[in-house]
């Protein structure tokens, strides 16, 4: 949790949309804010009694349907023991609260320390996460509840080719120098080709479907050793191909570099994945949920459509979204980056089967 003085704004916001619980301004004290991803909204923290809390605002372009699954999933996640935040009812019963034009939830502050790459606890961490994913994967097959399915144009494929449009549209930034720009339009040119071939692979494949969380990555745990300590952000929750999210995690798990200096995420290794730190998060993963007969085969299909989101919005954010960033980015360690996602491909070609073993052996 960030401490420190936040805007007057967030204050009135908060306190506006605690009324809707009956909270009184004596009756909660604002005490941090917890920290978000690029372009989010900023998300208080109040204490009241003992007790902290999270006021969250659902992202405008969610409905109070998406509001109602979203709650009900993550209900059904903390019954099978998962560590996921308690929503409190509001003075209406609901779990949310509609303010203004917004729908607000108040959810339990869980603790816990960041996931890092390096260290100590970096390799137990790691297996914590994919032991966790697995069972999330597992309670959510007993979930009673009507598909949730995204609109087309948030399919997984539609979602992966509107990142290489950003990856292109990027290219022709101005503002960046000619080699990043040109090596920029060349990851984009070797995504698109990829995503088109996965697309119509993975709509041919006959695996399980089911909800997942829709963005498992470092950013939304904590962890608390030997364990995941809370599941924060449910907000892309949805009906899905399990391994779109598998392989979400992997990319963002053991391709990128996260560390305590910076936001950004660079690779972790020069091309791929840290193939040791891939294999121990498959077989982790495998050991809770292994892989339906012939689903592993398909698992490449699926790192090839989540790889340019994890592109754009890890490895090459300060080049995708130039604009949300001071200064120019430094070329050699940008050009160094392109270079990776170029490798990429070739790297996934040699190890797709090495990939679903892993997967396989967990079992």
């Known amino acids: ?73 993550m209900a059904h996640l903390t019954a099978t023991g998962l560590p996921i935040p308690a929503l409190v009812p509001a003075a209406d019963g609901h779990t949310w609260a509609l303010v203004g034009d917004g729908a607000y939830e108040l959810q339990t502050y869980l603790d816990g320390h960041p996931y890092l790459s390096s260290g100590v606890a970096s390799g137990a961490r790691l297996e914590a996460a994919a032991v966790t994913l697995g069972q999330l994967h597992q309670a959510s097959a007993d979930f009673a509840w009507e598909p949730h399915t995204w609109p087309e144009e948030r399919s997984a494929a539609n979602v992966a080719s509107s990142y290489v449009n950003l990856i292109a549209e990027a290219a022709e930034n101005n503002a960046l120098s000619p080699a990043i720009q040109h090596g920029l339009a060349r990851v984009a040119e070797g995504c698109a080709a990829r995503v088109e071939q996965a697309s119509a692979s993975l709509q041919m494949a006959d695996a399980p479907q089911l909800h997942i969380h829709g963005d498992y990555q470092p950013h939304h745990l904590a962890f608390a050793e030997p364990e995941v300590s809370a599941i924060y952000d449910f907000d892309a929750a949805r009906y899905e191909l399990r391994l779109i999210e598998l392989a979400y995690s992997l990319v963002y798990f053991t391709a990128l570099r996260w560390d305590e200096r910076d936001s950004l995420t660079p690779p972790l290794v020069d091309d791929g994945l840290d193939i040791l730190a891939a294999h121990r998060y498959l077989r982790a993963y495998g050991s809770e949920a292994p892989p339906a007969p012939g689903e592993a085969a398909y698992l490449a299909d699926a790192l090839a459509l989540v790889f340019p989101i994890a592109f754009a919005n890890g490895a090459a954010e300060d080049l995708v979204f ?17 270079e990776w996602a170029d490798a990429f491909w070739l790297w996934l070609d040699r190890t797709t089967e090495t990939l679903a073993q892993a997967w396989e052996s967990g079992a």
């Open 322 to 338: 130039a604009g949300d960033f001071a200064g120019a980015p430094d070329e050699e360690d940008a050009l160094s980056r392109l």
């Open 1 to 73: 949790m960030e401490q420190g003085a936040l805007p007057a704004e967030v204050l009135a916001e908060a306190r506006e949309a605690l009324a809707a619980w009956k909270l009184k301004d004596g009756a909660w004290r604002l005490v941090g804010s917890v920290p978000v991803s690029r372009g989010a909204v900023l998300r208080p923290v109040v204490e009241i009694g003992e007790t902290r809390y999270v006021l969250r605002r659902q992202p405008p372009d969610l409905t109070l349907a998406d509001a109602r699954f979203r709650h009900a999933f």
